[in-house]
């Protein structure tokens, strides 16, 4: 076995305990943040070494394919939810887990072999682009857990709406941010900075979106409706991502 598969190996071995350490985390999302909080952040650590092994072993930002894209978009939940932990609310916590270890799990239902990147992603914009996409989705992600939250807890309604307006203002800064890179990948990729496709036709859509949430602050009548816009954003940035990237013939499929 050559070195990059031993890599590989390993990689996929740490993969596997993660998976293990997230699930026994359940247990420890109820306890006091001084305890939570190391054993999160450790898990996290152990995560983002197995992707970099990976990345490793291709020479290359390890995503290439389906598994390593779900398993990047877990990890770049996770790592948000570490900004988060000390907010008290299990419901907020376990929403906000339970979607990263969701994709996490899915992930194991994909091919773990080594993938090598194909030439119209051998661009920093590319590098660039999709990370920062995945963290602005986690953003959004924490919106929605916390706007589920809200209606679960009346006392805590101010913190949960910081959350939520976190999450709108960051996660719509970053993924403008993103789309730029995007539009410079495309055009190094395709000759284009803009393709009516269906991954960019979504991406437009869910920056209106977004951006209409934030819009809300200027109106006073209008800001009730942002927890339930948290929940819809959170819908639509399932199509965005999982839609169009994996059920819907785009160019930014892996296929």
Known sequence: MDTAQSLNQISII???ICLGAYSIYWLFGFT???LRFPILL???LLHIAAIAIRGISIEYFPLTNKFESFNAFAAATFIILLIYTKTESHIYRMSFF????AFLVAAVLFPKGLSYAPPLMLTVWYILHVPLSFFCY????SAMAAAVARYFNSNEKKRY???IDSGFQYGLITFSISMIFGGLWGYVAWGSYFLWDAKVIWSVIIWFF???CLHLDYWQEAK???PPMAIVGFVILIMTYVGTSFLIGSSHSFR
């Open 161 to 163: 709406d910081q959350i």
């Open 42 to 44: 450790g898990i996290v």
């Open 224 to 226: 009730r409706f942002k």
């Open 98 to 101: 339970g979607v990263g270890y």
């Open 14 to 16: 740490l993969y596997w």
């Open 32 to 34: 006091p943040w001084k």
């Open 138 to 141: 986690a953003l959004w992600v």
């Open 210 to 212: 977004y951006a209409t």
